[in-house]
């Protein structure tokens, strides 16, 4: 199970750090991403860690803006948003995946990921 939290609406220039709870997937083998989608848009793929090396891998979108981290005692996976944009505005989802990870300009790609979380709403007002 993968449960977000942490959404919200925020000013441009804001922070919001997202939480992912993961249950039944194991940090030794599966690496967590995080994804979002805008209305009218393909799912985007944000970034992605291996919990169990701490590789992480980001969009060019979110470079330099946003950081994800695992706390692998808790299960937990965050992902800090700093320097927001109206552009971030979406839906974003915590997802859950094992083998080797596709990176698409610099994120992970959405479409080899199969279990994912309900998502949580981000909204960037301007």
């Known amino acids: 199970q993968l449960v977000e939290s942490g959404g919200g609406l925020v000013q441009a220039g804001g922070s919001l750090r997202l939480s992912c709870a993961v249950s039944?997937?194991?940090?030794?083998?599966?690496?967590i991403g995080w994804f979002r989608q805008a209305p009218g848009k393909e799912r985007e793929g944000v970034s992605c860690?291996?919990?169990?090396?701490?590789?992480?891998y980001y969009g060019d979108s979110v470079k330099g803006r946003f950081t994800i981290s695992s706390d692998n005692a808790k299960n937990m996976v965050y992902l800090q948003m700093n320097s927001l944009k109206p552009e971030d505005t979406a839906v974003y989802y915590c997802?859950?995946?094992?083998?080797?990870?596709?990176?698409?300009?610099?994120?992970?790609?959405?479409?080899?990921?199969?279990?994912w979380g309900q998502g949580t709403q981000v909204t960037v007002s301007s």
């Open positions: 997802a859950a995946e094992v083998g080797v990870i596709t990176v698409s300009r610099g994120g992970p790609l959405a479409s080899d990921w199969h279990y």
């Open positions: 039944g997937f194991s940090f030794d083998e599966y690496v």
């Open positions: 860690i291996s919990p169990a090396d701490g590789t992480t």
